[in-house]
Structure formats: C-alpha cells, structure tokens
C-alpha cells in the first residue's frame, strides 16, 4: 500500500493508514448507531451499510456508503458515495453522488468516517420529500465515464436539509 | 476663429473654417505623455487644475511599493491597536486591507471581531498534561511537540504541516485557514504558517498575501497588460478612469479593459462580447455559465440545487436562477429549492427577453462586420502608428535633426504629432463601437454621428499625411531646408487642431450626443456645452452639443439647421457654414 516513491507521499501513506487504523478499531468498538462497516481486508475502501433512522421518510431502509480513502487521507477528504441504488433525496444523485459541503471544500482532517457518516444520516433524516435534484439527469449523464464526485466542482451547499 | 486657434498658427488651415475645432483643451485628454507642454491654450480656464487632478487621481504601484504600503499599513494597525503584526495582518485581510474599517470596527466592538475574524484571546480549549491525543492522526504526542492556533486545539507538528501544505497548494483560500477542528474558527496566520510550512510553501502563502492586498482592496488593480507586474491604485470617486500603466499600457480602471474613451465601459463589454462571440467558445459559455455576481468569474452549473457557493477567496451564495443572494431566499421565495422571484419574473416575461437576446446574438451579421471591420482596421492602423512612432524615436529624428542641422530637442513636435495619432486612431477605433451601439432609429443624431465621424477620420489623413509623407521629403532631402519651420507651424497646427477636434468628439459622444433630437428650445446644460459657455469667449459657444441642441424645434426660428450635417446656421447666411451645403 505504501508503494509511492516520493518520500513526502510515503509518510503520507504511512499517516493514512495508521490514522485507518485506529479509527477502524474505534468503529468497531463503539460503532455509530445505523451503521454497519462489512468487514474487508481493504484498508482503502470501506462498505458500510446505513439504516434509516426511525420517523423519518427513510425508516427501515438500508442503504450502501462506499468510503474510498486516498493516500492523502485525511488531509485529502474521502470520496463517499452511495452504492446503487441511492436513497431518494434532493442532494443525492442517482449515480450515488451526494452534494454536502464536508466531503468536499468544507472537509477538515479532524473529521472521521464517523462524523461524515452522521451528516449523512442528518442529512436524510432532515428530508422532508424523496425526490431527486432538480438536475439530477444532466449531472449523471456528465458522470458517465466513471467521474469522481471529488472531480466536480461542487458550488451549492445547502445546510436545511 | 476663436482666438485659441491662433496661438497655434493655424490659419493656414482654411479648410478648417468651423468652429468645432476651436474648442477649448477642457478636461485633459486620456494620453497623458506630453500633451501638456503643447497645450499652451489650456491656460486660460480651469485647466490647470484639471491637469493636477488627472495627475493625481492614481498611482503605479512596483512590487516594492506594494511591499511597502502593506508593512505601513499593517504598521499602522499594530501600533494603533496594540496588536501583534501577525494579528494586524489578519485583520487587515479580513477588512480587505481597508484601514479605516479596521480601526471602526475594531473600536466599535472588539470582541466581536476577535470572534469573527477568528483571533481568540484566551484559548477555548486548555490543558495542563504533558501528552496529548492528536486529533489528526489519533496519536499521543508529548505537548512540546505539538502546537495550536489562538484557540489551543492542539495537534502534532507533522499533522499541522500536512494540513498547511495541503491548504496552500489549494490555492489563495490558504489566506483564511481556520483550525482544524471542525467547529472551530480559529484563524491561522503567517508566523503559524511560517512555523510550519516548506520554504516554497511560505514563498507562496507570501505572494497569495501580496496579491490579496492588491486584489481585495477595492483601490487597486494589477495592470491587464501581459507580463505585466505594476498595480495601479486608483483615488475612488474620481472621474476619469483612464490610467496609464508604468510598463505604456493605457487602461480603463474601471472595467480594466485598454482606455475606451469616448465608449463607456458597459459598451465596450458589450462590443468585446460582441467580437468574440462569434467563436464557438464565446457561445458555449454564454449557453452555460453565468457569471458570479459578485466577483464575476464565470462558473459552469453541471450539477446541484439552486444554492451556489462561489470558490474562496470569494465565497459568495447566491440563487443560479435569480442571481439574487442566498440570504434572500427561504421560505419566502418558494422554498430553497424553487425561486419564486425567477419563476415569476419569467412570467412576466423578462427572463424570455434574456434568452432570446442570446439567441439573436448573431442576427444582423452584416451590420456587424461593418464596424467591426473597421474597428479593427483602426486598431491595427494604431499598432502600426506606435511602430512607426518608436521608429521616428529611435532612427529618424536623429537624422532629421542632422540634415535641418537642428537640435533634437527641437523636433519634439513630431513626437507630439505621432503621439497624437495613436490617440486619435484609439478614438476612431471606440467611434465604430459606439456606431454600432446607436439606435437605428434615431435619424438625427446618427446622421450627425457619421457627419461628425467623418470629419475626424479626414482631420487624422491629414495629419497623418503630413506627419508621414511631407515629413519624409525633409528626412530625405541633402541639406537644411528653409521649409522647415514652416513644416513645423503646419504640423504642430495641424497636431492642435485634430487634438481639440477629437477632445470636443469623445466629449459629445460621452454626452451621448444628447442635445440631438431633444424637443426642448433651451440648450441643454451637457458637459460639453458649458465647459464651452463658461469660457465666454465673444459670446460663441458652438461646440458639437452646444450648437446643435438649437438646431433643432428652435421656437424662435433664427437658426435652420444643415440637412446634411445638421448644424445651426444663423437665419442669415445661405450656406451651410459647416459643409457649405445650400440652405
């Protein structure tokens, strides 16, 4: 995993997987509740299943996280996305990409795969219409050739829902 | 003829009978080089002060000066506040380098700052144990290897230096580096920075630094010319925008395209937009982006609600449909998700209007190429006259002064007569954007537009002929010519004259020609106008607006105006004293 030549990237690489680590053995110790992480020999991409809280439009459905951790974690956010098919959500895309600020310009190393896995809860929890974005069509039709989230340049955050 | 005219000997010039060229130097042309020792007529009036204004009203910035002004200020802060230069720096950032604002808000209410700006007097988080759990990498470090900003959220050096460098290499928004910890707002300043970050690093934060003092005081601008590393800093408030850059460049302040005058800035963004978007480019970013409101750089929405972040250092929110601020929207406006504003302004049509305008952006082609042809021609009329002007400098006025066996220093009219060409090429060029910005529909003052247009063009061959082609004889001729001081009254004459006739243009033209057509009998007070009428010279106060606002529905009928070029002749004469046309 640690196979970079650069010196700076290797002690990079070294910090993300140690930092992985430990924060793996927190997860396991005290998981956050509604949510599973289904256990993987691979550091770098985590699955991790979230359930619905209850009274809100999503109770009871389970859904999938995908969690792809560069060597540059955690100065670099992770890229989180939904595995198919996404929960119905007005900042969630069909393709499984999620508008929220803290994944991208908003991210700061002192923020876990746990925190950014409340947000998302709190995120759905607040929805108040499962509906797609406005523009969902478009921006997965831009997507198609495999883009990543962390490639867009994401201008709308919207902290209400 | 005004008496001015003769100051400069130019009654040779009888074909320049009109008084349009008698006007007065009033406000001071754009070219700043040398148009002053030339315009001894600009004595008498206001001028003066005009000319101090204009020398005044900015200043060229070297990236020393900038280095210096920013140390004052942030000197000035320091000690004024009692704070440490890091701190001053940072506050100074935050109130875009603005003094003033600093000192206001600060004495108004410092806590209030300190917690806006991020700059905590007493840490929120405190700790007395010798080790201590990074919250970066979650491992215990002894606190001696360690730091924290003003807030005491402590993390490791190695850490801290990952988060820095990360930050810098994202660009200017490094300048506004808050703690790590999520909720904290803890400033991060340069001595942190320099603490922590690479030399190349620092060499950066340290230009994004430099450059913030430039480009968020609303003052100063960088010069648009390429290459180019002087900043301008402009006195608000002043109304010329015309600057003159050290490295020659001349520009508009305002809209920082080249100087425009007499074409206001809107127009010129208009004409620009206009010329390019006949590429594809042009019609791709029209079709898809929008500019941000505040900072204005173009941003593409391929995804995402309504609700637009732009990148720091920016950071403005606002609607993509109604371009309006996210502050105003809410509940109010339909939900965050609708914009009730756009959807009801669509109703009203005023929405469909900006579309279709788009869409007819390249109807009336032909009309189109008219001018822009003869825009460019003129603009590349004008680099060629630069050319032949530095050519004059460096090889022909040496062995012109040879041959006249005269003084170099003599032979400064020529380098006014060329200077005044690129002027008046710039001019005619701005002429035939304003041309085709003219509504159709307004006879008399495109009539008189053209009229007035047309005339300059022939005023500028003609100092351009004899500025080139009779100049020429005496470069080439074996010995001094008698001529010569006669070629150098004509010329210089000739210099003047096009110079206030082109003056009186871009001045009736920044009026908008507006005392064409207008229905009322007064005279209108426009600029042009009274700058002539305060003169008072023997009562004559025809200038292109003053004379032709009376041109027109005179109630007293003791004037008829010219049908070819609409000029106000006085009931008595036959001709046209302008274009000799019969009556």
């Known amino acids: 995993m640690t196979s970079s030549s650069s010196p700076s990237r290797k002690t990079l690489s070294k910090i993300a997987t140690n930092r992985l680590q430990k924060?793996?053995?927190?997860?396991?110790?005290?998981?956050?509740?509604?949510f599973t992480h289904r256990v993987s020999d691979n550091l770098y991409r985590w699955i991790i299943d979230v359930i619905g809280a209850p009274s809100t439009l999503?109770?009871?459905?389970?859904?999938?996280?995908?969690?792809?951790?560069s060597d540059h974690y955690p100065m670099d956010a992770p890229q989180v996305i939904f595995l198919h098919p996404a929960p119905l959500h007005p900042h969630i895309y069909s393709n499984g990409h999620i508008c929220l600020d803290i994944l991208y310009d908003s991210w700061s190393p002192a923020m876990t795969v746990g925190s950014v896995c409340i947000s998302i809860l709190s995120m759905l929890s607040s929805s108040t219409a499962k509906q797609r974005p406005a523009d969902n069509d478009r921006y997965v039709k831009n997507c198609r050739n495999g883009r990543s989230p962390k490639e867009t340049r994401w201008w709308f955050h919207d902290d209400k829902v | 003829m005004d008496s001015e005219d003769d100051m400069h000997d130019a009654n040779d010039l009888e074909s320049l009978d009109d008084d349009f060229y008698s006007g007065e130097t009033g406000m001071g042309s754009d070219d700043g080089d040398g148009d002053y020792e030339f315009g001894n007529n600009a004595s008498d009036d206001s001028d003066d002060g005009n000319l101090n204004r204009q020398q005044e009203n900015y200043t060229v910035l070297s990236e020393d000066d900038i280095r210096q002004r920013q140390e004052e200020d942030i000197t000035r802060i320091s000690t004024v506040l009692s704070i440490e230069r890091d701190h001053a720096c940072i506050l100074l950032r935050h109130y875009k380098w603005d003094v003033d604002k600093v000192h206001e808000a600060w004495f108004a209410n410092e806590e209030s700052v300190r917690q806006t700006v991020g700059l905590y007097e007493n840490p929120v988080a405190r700790t007395f144990s010798r080790e201590l759990l990074c919250g970066i990498c979650f491992e215990r470090h002894p606190c001696d290897r360690m730091c924290a900003a003003?807030?005491?959220?402590?993390?490791?050096?190695?850490?801290?230096?990952?988060?820095?460098?990360?930050?810098?290499?994202?660009?200017?928004?490094?300048?506004?580096?808050?703690?790590?910890?999520?909720?904290?707002?803890?400033?991060?300043?340069?001595?942190m920075i320099n603490l922590l970050a690479s030399n190349e690093d620092k060499e950066k934060y340290s230009r994004y630094i430099l450059r913030s003092y430039?480009?968020?005081?609303?003052?100063?601008?960088?010069?648009?010319?390429?290459?180019?590393?002087?900043?301008?800093?402009?006195?608000?408030?002043?109304?010329?925008?015309?600057?003159?850059?050290n490295c020659s460049h001349n520009f508009c302040w305002n809209c920082t395209e080249e100087a425009h005058r007499p074409v206001d800035c809107t127009m010129v963004a208009k004409w620009i937009l206009k010329n390019s978007a006949e590429s594809e480019n042009m019609n791709w970013i029209l079709a898809n982006s929008k500019p941000c409101p505040k900072c204005k750089r173009?941003?593409?929405?391929?995804?995402?609600?309504?609700?637009?972040?732009?990148?720091?250092?920016?950071?403005?929110?606002?609607?993509?449909l109604c371009l309006g601020a996210w502050t105003d929207h809410g509940e109010r406006t339909g939900g965050f998700y609708a914009c009730n504003r756009y959807e009801t302004a669509k109703q009203e049509g005023e929405y469909d209007?900006?579309?279709?305008?788009?869409?007819?952006?390249?109807?009336?082609?032909?009309?189109?190429?008219h001018y822009y042809e003869r825009w460019a021609t003129n603009q590349s009329s004008r680099q060629k006259a630069l050319q032949d002007l530095q050519n004059m400098q460096n090889v022909q006025l040496d062995k012109l002064s040879d041959t006249q066996s005269q003084p170099e220093s003599q032979m400064k009219f020529i380098t006014e007569a060329w200077l005044q060409i690129v002027e008046c090429r710039r001019v005619l060029k701005w002429t035939y954007a304003y041309g085709y910005y003219l509504p159709e529909n307004e006879h008399g003052k495109r009539q008189f537009f053209e009229y007035l247009q047309g005339e300059a063009e022939s005023g500028l061959e003609r100092l351009h002929q004899c500025a080139e082609k009779e100049l020429q004889t005496f470069i080439d001729s074996s010995g001094p010519s008698k001529d010569f001081n006669d070629f150098r009254t004509k010329l210089a004459g000739l210099t003047s004259v096009t110079r206030n006739y082109f003056e009186n243009l871009v001045r009736a033209l920044e009026t908008g020609l507006n005392d064409v057509g207008e229905s009322g009998n007064q005279p209108t007070c426009s600029r042009s106008s009274s700058i002539k009428s305060g003169k008072g010279k023997n009562g004559k106060t025809r200038t292109i607006g003053g004379t032709t606002s009376r041109s027109l529905d005179d109630g007293n009928h003791s004037h008829w105006s010219c049908e070819s070029c609409t000029f106000a002749n006085t009931k008595s004469s036959m001709v046209c004293q302008v274009c000799h046309r019969r009556r």
């Open chain 2, 150 to 191: 003003s807030c005491g959220h402590f993390f490791c050096y190695s850490c801290w230096r990952g988060y820095v460098s990360t930050s810098i290499n994202d660009g200017p928004g490094c300048l506004m580096l808050r703690c790590p910890d999520p909720p904290c707002g803890a400033i991060i300043g340069q001595n």
């Open chain 1, 23 to 34: 924060e793996l053995m927190e997860w396991q110790l005290d998981p956050p509740c509604g």
């Open chain 2, 353 to 369: 209007e900006a579309e279709r305008r788009r869409e007819m952006a390249k109807n009336s082609l032909e009309r189109y190429t």
């Open chain 2, 214 to 245: 430039i480009e968020d005081n609303i003052t100063s601008k960088w010069c648009p010319a390429p290459g180019c590393e002087y900043a301008v800093d402009f006195v608000m408030g002043s109304v010329n925008f015309d600057v003159s850059c």
């Open chain 1, 58 to 69: 999503y109770a009871g459905e389970t859904y999938q996280l995908q969690v792809d951790f």
């Open chain 2, 298 to 320: 173009p941003i593409e929405k391929n995804q995402g609600c309504m609700h637009i972040t732009c990148t720091p250092p920016c950071k403005f929110e606002f609607c993509w």
